[in-house]
């Protein structure tokens, strides 16, 4: 099972197909590392730290391990269309896929907020966009009516391929760990992420795999500005800097609440300034480059950790569900001298401070 090598339905067949379904179109998606974070665990307080990164994957999300799936079937279903709505990741992973099989990609988009790297991709991919006038939520009710007057399969999430398909990433991580952690952070945005890890440990125990059958405490977090499971309520204008999860109606809320719940864990919020902290600690202490919104998990557990909910001692995976190059202007960093100067030894010294 863990042969990354193999195509990751073929890797995981077994629990994932029907019959002997053929699954032609792989970009090699899966197989992402499971990074010991060793300097940011000593920071905040938890020595068996883990990033499971889904940057890695063929569009840099976590995205492509159900698309892959999804976009397999609506093939061998006729389908002569896909469509979805996004806040960015999932129409970069639709407008993949959907090249790969020759099929047509629409992509509905919430005005303004989605960031370049990921409007780059779909554009590049040949996706035809079309962005409306509203936020991720009302794109997504669009497209559940487009899906339901035939014009395309829709890829969103609400499509069950997706989430089966990213039970996936719950595999690896029990895989390579040969257990599973103690507790799993990760930002909620739509919520299919969170339901698809909880979905993924229990079918893994389920079917043996999971020695000592011992399940992790689901630990999900929202952006303070977009946090409608934390407050119990939609959020009809939700901001937050990590354009991934500006989300005010969950298509997949009572999933997560069912993760939460089942496994001993919580939802949370974290704010931006929180993100954007543990965003840049993740790549200055590990090297790792993740989107903010993939951030608010270590966020989470920063926080946590601080206050004695989580101890030292215990297991812990935050996946960081997307590349920070989808989106380059969330970045502040020190630039560094980048008005040219003399390109002589004094000069460069003088403005390195050496
Ligand atoms: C980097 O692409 O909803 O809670 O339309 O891109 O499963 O929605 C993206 C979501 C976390 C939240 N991290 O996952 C979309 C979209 C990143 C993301 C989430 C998203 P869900």
């Known amino acids: 099972m863990t042969d990354a090598t193999r195509p990751l339905l073929e890797r995981y067949r077994p629990l994932l197909a029907r019959g002997d379904e053929p699954f032609p179109i792989t970009l090699g998606e899966g197989g992402t590392p499971l990074v010991h974070a060793r300097r940011l665990g000593a920071a905040i307080g938890v020595v068996q730290l883990h990033l499971k990164f889904e940057g890695t994957n063929p569009t840099g999300s976590f995205k492509d391990r159900g698309m892959v799936l999804a976009v397999n079937r609506a093939v061998s279903s006729g389908a002569r269309a896909v469509v979805c709505a996004s806040t960015g990741n999932t129409s970069a992973s639709a407008a993949a896929y959907a090249a790969a099989a020759g099929l047509p990609c629409h992509v509905i988009l919430p005005a303004g907020k989605v960031a370049r790297g990921k409007l780059a991709q779909a554009l590049a991919a040949g996706a035809r966009l079309v962005m409306v006038d509203g936020n991720f939520d009302a794109a997504l009710t669009a497209v559940r ?210």
């Open 145 to 354: 009516r487009l899906g339901d007057e035939g014009v395309a399969v829709v890829v969103n999430s609400i499509n069950p391929d997706r989430l089966e398909g990213q039970q996936t990433a719950a595999w690896e991580i029990v895989d390579a760990l040969d257990r599973a952690p103690d507790a799993l952070a990760l930002p909620v945005g739509n919520a299919g992420n969170i339901t698809a890890y909880w979905r993924g440990f229990r079918r893994y125990a389920d079917a043996g795999r999971l020695r000592g059958s011992a399940l992790p405490r689901m630990l999900g977090f929202q952006a303070e500005g977009a946090a409608p499971i934390v407050r119990g309520e939609p959020v009809d204008s939700p901001e937050t800097i990590a354009t991934a999860i500006r989300i005010g109606n969950p298509a997949s809320w009572e999933g997560a609440t069912a993760a939460r719940d089942e496994s001993g864990g919580l939802i949370e919020s974290v704010t931006d300034d929180e993100i954007l902290e543990a965003q840049r600690m993740i790549v200055q202490l590990e090297g790792v480059f993740c989107e903010p919104a993939s951030a608010a998990g270590v966020a989470g557990v920063r926080r946590l950790a601080s206050e004695g909910r989580i101890g030292p001692d215990e297991t812990v995976v935050c996946v960081l569900t997307g590349h920070g190059l989808k989106d380059p202007d969330a970045v502040q960093g020190e630039e560094g001298t980048l008005t040219p100067i003399a390109a002589d030894s004094g000069s460069i010294r003088a403005a390195m401070e050496l």
